[in-house]
């Protein structure tokens, strides 16, 4: 699948837009939230409510603008959310501070450790969530070892060539491997970048499954294009420092079924977009299943 994306942070704040319009209330019993645990376990930023075991937006409760109250209810000093490293819990955090007048980062909190001990792989981020997550979960979170790196290699490099692109080598690549139900077959989310042209960049994001066998299949993969006439800053190469590329978060159960859902995150130049992605019951394939995207200022 093939997305060629002009402007992100238009993207970005049209769906900002688009839930601003509507008016506040948040219900007695606050629903569970997710956030993303960024800058290594010091920053969370909101990704969803869960409501019935469906991801629903954050900002808008009740159909309503309410990001105010969002904070006032979620980002009380010292409320604890929980850690997750490859879905399951791996310890407390509790929200340190708040800046409700930040002009960039209000709908952010700063927090601490209270309890527990994870590494959070090659981005610095995963999961904090009033979720408990579920102990279908297996926990696996780890880096690719060099045998599936290069399998996962040549992966990358044919999805992109049975698209169309003349690439015989990815610039990065970054692979986590995980486990979403505890079976013996891992899934691996894949992170690459691909520089065709001196002024070009390929991002590619994918989820391969494995079969009884160990190798590798991909399930779910995007590509994007970028130049330096559709990059915000008008240079090509600042996404090779991690601008507009997706990464792995982490996974989470959140309808407890068995199956943990996938969660990523893309920076753009004026925000962050957050994706889900669930395994369909019936094709087994991975699919994209919640995106939203969080306004921040221009950088």
Known sequence: QLTLVKN????????LVGSAILSPRIPESPDPVIFA???????????????????????AIDGADNSARFRSVYYQKGKTYTVTSGGKSAGKIAVVSNNPEAECTADLAEVAYTSGKWSFGPFGQSLATSLEPANSTSGLRRAS???????????????????????????????????????N????VGTCVAAPEARKRILLFFIATTDRTGKF?????EARIFTDENTMSGDVTMLDD?????KLLDLLDTDGNGVAEIFSMHDAFEGAGFNAYARNVTTG????????GNYHCAY
């Open 145 to 183: 070892n060099a045998t599936e790196k290069s399998s996962l290699d040549k992966l990358a490099l044919s999805a992109l060539q049975k698209q169309g692109f003349r690439v015989s080598k990815l610039k990065k690549s970054t692979y986590t491997i995980v486990n979403a139900d505890n079976d």
């Open 285 to 292: 394939k991975w699919e994209r299943v919640f995106e939203v």
């Open 185 to 188: 077959m891992v899934e691996a």
């Open 37 to 59: 645990l960024l800058n290594e376990g010091k920053t969370i930023e909101p990704i969803a409510r869960v409501v019935d075991g469906q991801l629903k937006e954050w900002i």
């Open 242 to 246: 991690g601008v507009y590329q997706e």
């Open 217 to 221: 299949s991909l399930s779910f993969s």
């Open 8 to 15: 992100m942070s238009l993207v970005l704040s049209a769906m």
